[in-house]
């Protein structure tokens, strides 16, 4: 093609046809113009298609990984709030002055902490690509926000019921308790003292009041994941 109109251009010199070689000039400029236009039309359109693909593949990821942040919560959630209901039921039993064998089983439902870690490998993944290729801005910053805010909040709140279990309640059990099986049973040496003690009431009540900041970052996060997986949802239809 390029010699067939090296060809076209030389005789139209020879025959010394300058203004018809000029307007050939400029009609032979104008369609390598639209060609590089076309050319470079089909590469954008290229690169949005992979772009697209790459959208919709990462956010299927995410929305997956969603799923199983909220299946992970909710069980969290839920043995937190059953731990905050049972210490107000430990707290009535020794109200009552009823020192049996259910406060040990109790006990071991309270005495605990709560374990949760974020499947994130999608949100990764689109902030090493780039999260400005997604087209919808907003569910941009909601995923900042969960990634970013509200795990940061549930970690918080989780390391701080972890920490009290650490520091206040396992050198507790180590001089008071005869037997510790985590979640399962846990035996104070003389349980009627152990529950008399004021130290130790106040204790379960502390422990209670900072496992409820769990609670509420928790349910917060659940709340979150339902509104991004909505989002999500509408992207990949």
């Not at 801005?137 to 709140?157: G, P, W």
């Not at 001089?175 to 349980?191: A, C, I, V």
């Amino acid at each position: 093609m390029i010699s067939f109109f090296r060809k076209i251009r030389q005789k139209l010199l020879t025959q010394n046809k300058i203004t018809r070689y000029l307007t050939y000039a400029a009609g032979e400029i104008f369609l390598v113009s639209i060609g590089i236009l076309i050319a470079l039309q089909v590469n954008n359109w290229n690169e949005h298609r992979k772009t697209r693909i790459f959208e919709k593949e990462i956010l299927s990821l995410i929305n997956e990984n969603l799923s199983r942040d909220s299946v992970m919560i909710a069980q969290e959630y839920q043995k937190a709030v059953l731990a905050n209901q049972i210490t107000d039921s430990i707290l009535h039993r020794v109200d009552q002055g009823i020192f049996d064998e259910r406060l040990n089983t109790w006990m071991a439902k309270v005495i605990r902490f709560e374990r949760f870690k974020s499947q994130s490998s999608g949100f990764e993944v689109l902030k090493s690509k780039g999260i400005d290729l997604l087209s919808d801005k907003q569910l941009q910053v909601n995923l900042i926000n969960y990634y970013d805010e509200v795990l940061f909040r549930v970690y918080q709140a989780n390391s701080d019921v972890e920490g009290s279990f650490n520091t206040d309640w396992v050198p507790l059990a180590k001089r008071e308790f005869n037997d510790f099986d985590y979640e399962d049973r846990m035996e104070p040496k003389d349980l009627k003292a152990f529950m008399e003690n004021p130290e130790h009431i106040v204790l379960f009540k502390m422990f209670q009041d900072n496992r409820e900041g769990a609670i509420t970052r928790m349910g917060v996060a659940l709340e979150e994941i339902a509104a991004l997986k909505s989002q999500l949802n509408a992207q990949l239809q």
